[in-house]
């Protein structure tokens, strides 16, 4: 990982035409080196975030969701009523990379509709309570707009994850290309905004680094693909390589309509891993913001049965996560349910995956809390018509 602190750094705020509500430029700092331009941690999305700075200014962003409310499939033509600039902008990137493989995009389709159960626990009790140990991920989130609604930004994200594995994602009557754009609108604008919040700046690790580089969508990506097929691999869930390709293709091609530079975009689930250990795992720390979040994600669940206790919830992230992540959490022990996951859960795989012939004992348990889990993430976050995601305008206010 880069070693920031070594850095040349200077104000890159004018360049981005960042100005604060005071009228002041924040300061951003970024390395005035050549390296830069080489290095993830140092690379944002110029151009758009110079372009939603103006917008933000301008006060355009409202009358710019509403059209975008009507822009959801892949190939409905760009709305009415985008201010000029940003329809050029959208027209340029607004499609699949010229390496996309459609035919390994649809063998991943059909990977993630035989593999949803599993999914939605890596993902949904995984990856997602693992993103409040990511420092600058739950601390952008939390000083973000939506960091004072998680019930409502959880299901925005879960858009994402609910688009990226649809059948079609990637087909003209898909939506992941739409959704992955708008998502990268809201990640340009959070780069204004954020800077502007007192208490993100307070805490944010370099001061005054700019949040979401190529190199955090890196670690995030990490903390949900690389970590997917890790576990894959723990719980001996078969996958073959061109499945394993197929799903790296999938996310290879997210990451780049995220914006993320086709070269900094692991070329070999071999490369993921090695940049996963590098800056990943070395990464995660527990933080007031991440701790919040994480009771937040877990009491939304408190509101709808899913017929198990909050004891074998906080188990249930232990075993996906480690103790080392349930403690910084501060999630209490459930001895009861340690034993019956840890006995319970890998016997309910070896039943799904036809390797013993008899359901073992709590695999309803485990049948019906994925459900109850599944049927929670696609109630508040699947809309037939619209993709929920909406560009933000402000902070977390307070
Ligand atoms: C918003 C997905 C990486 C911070 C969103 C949204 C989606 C999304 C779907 C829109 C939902 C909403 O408006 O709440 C992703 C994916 C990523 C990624 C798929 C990488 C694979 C990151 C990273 C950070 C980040 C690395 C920070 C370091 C945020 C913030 C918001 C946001 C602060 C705005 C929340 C608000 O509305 O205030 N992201 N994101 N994201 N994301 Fe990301």
């Known amino acids: 990982m880069s070693n920031l602190s070594r850095r040349n750094l200077l104000s890159l705020g004018a360049a981005l035409g960042l100005v604060g509500a005071t009228g002041a430029a924040p300061a951003l700092a970024a390395p005035s080196s050549k390296a830069a331009a080489n290095d993830p941690w140092w690379v944002w999305d110029d151009e758009l975030d110079a372009l939603m700075g103006r917008l933000l200014r301008d006060d355009q962003i409202p009358a710019i969701n509403t059209a975008m409310g009507s822009w959801v499939n892949n190939n409905d033509s760009l709305p009415e009523g985008l201010p000029a600039e940003l329809a050029d902008w959208l027209q340029e990137v607004n499609k699949l990379p010229s390496w996309a493989d459609q035919e390994k995009l649809r063998l991943a389709a059909d990977l993630n509709r035989r593999w949803d159960t599993y999914q939605f626990v890596v993902y949904g009790i995984g990856s997602g309570i693992m993103s409040t140990v990511i420092p600058r991920e739950a601390k952008s989130v939390y000083w973000s707009a939506g960091g004072a609604d998680m019930q409502d930004r ?49 805490v944010a690790d370099e001061p005054y680094r700019l949040p979401i580089s190529n190199g955090d969508i890196l670690i995030t990506f990490h903390s949900l693909g690389t970590f997917l097929r890790k576990k894959f691999q723990e719980w001996q869930i078969p996958m073959t390589p061109e499945e394993e390709e197929a799903f790296l293709h999938m996310w290879q091609v997210a990451i780049h309509l995220l914006g993320v530079r086709d070269e900094f975009i692991p070329k070999t689930w071999a490369e993921a891993e090695a940049q996963s250990a590098e800056v990943l795992t070395p990464l995660i720390a527990p933080t007031f913001e991440g701790r919040e979040l994480a009771e937040d994600l877990l009491g939304l669940t408190a509101q709808v049965d899913l017929g198990v206790s909050r004891g074998f919830l906080n188990e249930f992230v232990r075993y996906v996560l480690n103790d080392q992540i349930g403690d910084w959490l501060n999630l209490k022990r459930d001895p009861a349910s340690k034993e019956f996951i840890r006995n319970g859960f890998p016997a309910y795989i070896a039943f799904r995956e036809g390797l013993i012939p008899v359901a073992p004992a709590g695999f309803y348990v485990f049948d019906q809390f994925i459900r109850a889990l599944a049927m929670m993430f696609l109630n508040k976050g699947a809309s037939p018509t619209t993709t929920p995601i909406t560009i933000p305008t402000g902070n977390r206010p307070g």
């Open 154 to 202: 959880a299901a925005k994200t879960f858009t994402f994850g609910y688009d990226l594995n649809e059948l079609n994602a990637f087909e003209p009557d898909g939506q992941m290309v739409v959704t992955a754009n708008k998502t990268r609108l809201v990640h340009a604008a959070v780069r204004n905004l954020l800077p502007q919040s007192a208490h993100w700046q307070s």
